[in-house]
C-alpha cells in the first residue's frame, strides 16, 4: 500500500465552555481553557491519502489539488479564526481539539467525493496536534487497493 | 515487532512528463517542474519487522541495517541529481512516491529472510511532506 501525508499548519483561538455545566465546573474541568476570552495555538493538521498511485505521473494525487482542497474546506474555515464565533459547527459544541478534529473529518467526508470522485483515492487519517504535546489521530476505513507489483512497473514515464 | 532505523540523503530533482507541455507540467507538479531541478534533505525511516533471535536479542544488527541503508539509498542518492545519475529515474519521475517505491524496490530483496521483513519505507521529502509504503 502507498500512501501520502501532508501537514498543514493554522492558527486559530478557542474557548472551551460547556453550556450544559455551570461556571464553577467549567471552571475546574476545563481551567486555563476556560478563560472568559479565549486563548490561541497554532494547530497542526496532518491529511494521510491512500489509494491507486497513478502510473504516468507517478503521483496519488497532484499536491495542488489536495492543498487546493484543505484550503478551501478546512483552513479557511479555520485559520485566523475565533473557533467558537466564527466557524459555525461550534455554536453550541465545544472546541475541544477531538471535536475540531470530527468536524474535519465530517468535512472531508461531505466533500472528498466532489473533488476526487474522479481518482481512486481515500483519506485513511487525520491527525491534529493542538500543541507539540496534544496530538488526537483519527483513522478511516478505505476500500482495499491494490497496487500491484505489474501497477508499480507502469509508473515509468520518460520525463523531459 | 518493529524496528526502525533512519537514514538522510540530500539529492536534487525535478518532476516533468516529456508528453506534457510546460503549463500541464506546472498543473501537475507545481513548483517541482522546473526542469533547472531543485534539492531536498530527504529523510528515509526504514521499518523491519521481526522477532528477537533468541541468542542475540535482536530483530536484525543495527550496524547491517545501516550498511544495506548505505549502499542501497545512501551511496548512491546522496548529493546526486536523481533524474540524471540515479537509476531508473532517467525514465520514471522521481516524484516522492516513485522514489519510496524505489527504495522500496532495493531494500526488499535485502529483507527477504526466514526471521524478518520489510515492513515499511518512509520517505520525508520535507518535515510536511511523507509517503508511506508498506
Known sequence: MISITRRYHFPASHRLHSPLLSEPENARLYGKCNNPFGHGHDYTLELTVTGQLDGASGLLVPLSRLDGFVQSKILGLFAYRNINIDVPQFAILVPTTENVLRVIGELVRQYWPESFGDLKIYVSRIQIQETERNGFEMVLPVPEIKNSSAERNESVMVHA | ?134
Open chain 2, 1 to 134: 515487532m518493529l524496528i526502525t532505523r533512519r537514514a538522510e540523503f540530500s539529492a536534487s530533482h525535478f518532476c516533468r512528463a516529456a508528453s506534457l507541455n510546460d503549463h500541464e507540467n506546472w498543473e501537475l507538479f507545481g513548483e517541482e517542474s522546473h526542469s533547472g531541478g531543485h534539492g531536498h534533505n530527504f529523510v528515509v525511516e526504514v521499518s523491519v519487522e521481526g522477532e528477537p533471535d533468541p541468542i542475540t536479542g535482536m530483530i536484525v544488527d543495527l550496524k547491517e541495517l545501516k550498511d544495506i541503508l548505505d549502499r542501497e539509498i545512501v551511496t548512491p542518492m546522496d548529493h546526486r541529481f536523481l533524474n540524471y545519475e540515479v537509476e531508473p529515474f532517467g525514465r520514471v519521475i522521481p516524484t516522492t512516491a516513485n522514489i519510496a517505491l524505489e527504495i522500496w524496490r532495493r531494500l526488499e530483496r535485502r529483507f527477504s529472510v526466514a526471521r524478518y521483513r520489510l515492513a515499511r519505507v518512509r520517505l520525508f521529502e520535507t518535515a510536511d511532506l511523507y509517503v508511506d509504503v508498506d
